[in-house]
Each structure stands twice: as C-alpha cells, then as structure tokens.
C-alpha cells in the first residue's frame, strides 16, 4: 500500500473541499438564501403525509426586520451571540453532559451553529454531522460575520408547517410585515423556534404562553443591536 499517494489523494480532496465549500459561502454572502437542504426535507415529508401546500418564504434585507426580531431571538436562542465566535462553549458542555447520561446529542447550539445546519446540511443527531456543521460555523463566522448570520437566520428558520423565515410567518400570524412587529409578536414567533412545527403562534399553549412571557422580559436585558 503506497501511503504517500494515498495521503496525496486524501490532500488533493481536501483542498478541493475547502476551496468548493468556501466558494460557497463568499457566494452566499452577497446572495439571498431562499432555498435549503431543511425546506426540501419537509417538503418530501408533507407530500408523503398527503400535504402538498406551496412554502411561504419572502426574503427580506435585515434593515427591514423589526429590532425587536433580533433582539427576541437573541433572548431565547443565543443570549451569547454577540459575544461568542460561533460556539457557546459552556452549553456545549453542558448539553454534552445530558448527551452521555440519555445517550442522545441534543442541544448546545447557537444561531451561528444553527445557521451552518440549516443553510448547508442535512437534519441528523449523528457526530458526523455535527463536525461538519462546526467547520461550516467557522467559515460563515469569517466570512459572514455576525449581521448577515442574523440576517439569514431570520429568513430561513422554521416558523410553522410550510412556514420559513420572518417575514412569511410575520403577514401569516400578524397580518402585516417583519418590519412593524411588536416586541410581543416577536417573542411569541421566537417563542416556537424549539419546535415550529407543534408549537402553535395563533392560539399558543400555557407552555407556549408562559414561554412567550419569559422571552419578551428577558428582551429587555438586551441591547437594540447597532450593526
């Protein structure tokens, strides 16, 4: 076995790979993400159960978002996010730890992780998957920076059956734009993020009510972000 041409091969990938996934991101940068590997995933899922509605998506420039979004968020997703580069290493830990005792990998992530999942990988508890998602957090996080991480976080995230990104959801639940949400419809959107898909924003559960109160005063513990 000639291990210097195998190590050449396995070089000559990797560089292949960093170059392709790095194009990938500078191009992303600049372009709107209207479509990702999650929205085909549910699509697949809801025409099997019989579903066939059309996705409900618009995007929308961070400049026409509510502050407000960003600051629920922030509240309920990531209270690091400003702080951290694109790893909170106490949850991790944290989440690690609950990992070893359910033996189930859960938790631990921040927007930037969840940006990296949704926008260029595949839904999966796996390791794989995971390590895959921490190399794309560090390109987006140099790449991107933390304004179009958010700006793209709040254009794709799951928002209800069908239901992506903020602005969608915003004329949906509230009957007018991202831009004029309130402090309390946007912590009762960033308030179903755990689970869109039961969660309910019309109409919302005691649990979901309750979260929804947690958020809009823990909104007040962060600052309007000046990007």
């Keep these: ?20 996934t790095l194009l ?4 992303l940068k600049w372009v709107p993400v209207t479509y990702t590997p999650l929205m085909l995933i549910r699509s697949v899922q809801y025409r099997s159960q019989g579903e066939s509605h ?18 629920a968020v922030i509240a309920s997703e990531d209270g690091k996010f400003l702080r951290h580069h694109g790893f909170d290493w106490a ?46 957090t560090v390109l987006i996080e140099v790449v991107w920076g933390k304004r179009r991480i958010m700006e793209v976080y709040l254009n794709v995230v799951e928002e209800g059956r069908h239901v992506y990104g903020v602005e969608a959801a915003s004329r949906l639940y509230f009957g007018h734009t991202a831009r004029s ?12 993020l755990p689970s869109p898909r ?16 947690r958020i809009y005063a823990n909104m007040s513990y962060v600052p309007r972000v000046r990007w």
């Design 1 to 20: 076995m000639n291990f210097r041409k195998i190590g050449k091969y396995i070089g000559v990938a990797a560089g292949v790979f960093f170059a392709a």
């Design 24 to 27: 990938w991101v500078l191009l």
């Design 54 to 71: 059309a996705l409900r998506r618009q995007w929308k420039p961070l400049d026409e978002i509510s502050p407000e979004m960003v600051r």
């Design 91 to 136: 949850g991790m830990r944290a989440a690690f730890a609950g990992n070893r005792q359910g033996k189930r990998l859960k938790g631990g992530s921040t927007i930037s992780q969840q940006v990296a999942k949704n926008v260029f990988l595949w839904p999966s508890r796996s390791y794989v998957r995971k390590a895959f998602e921490a190399y794309f």
């Design 181 to 192: 949400l309130s402090a309390y419809e946007a912590a009762s959107l960033a308030a179903v």
């Design 198 to 213: 039961y969660y309910r924003v019309v109409n919302p559960s005691a649990g979901v009510r309750k979260r929804i109160a």
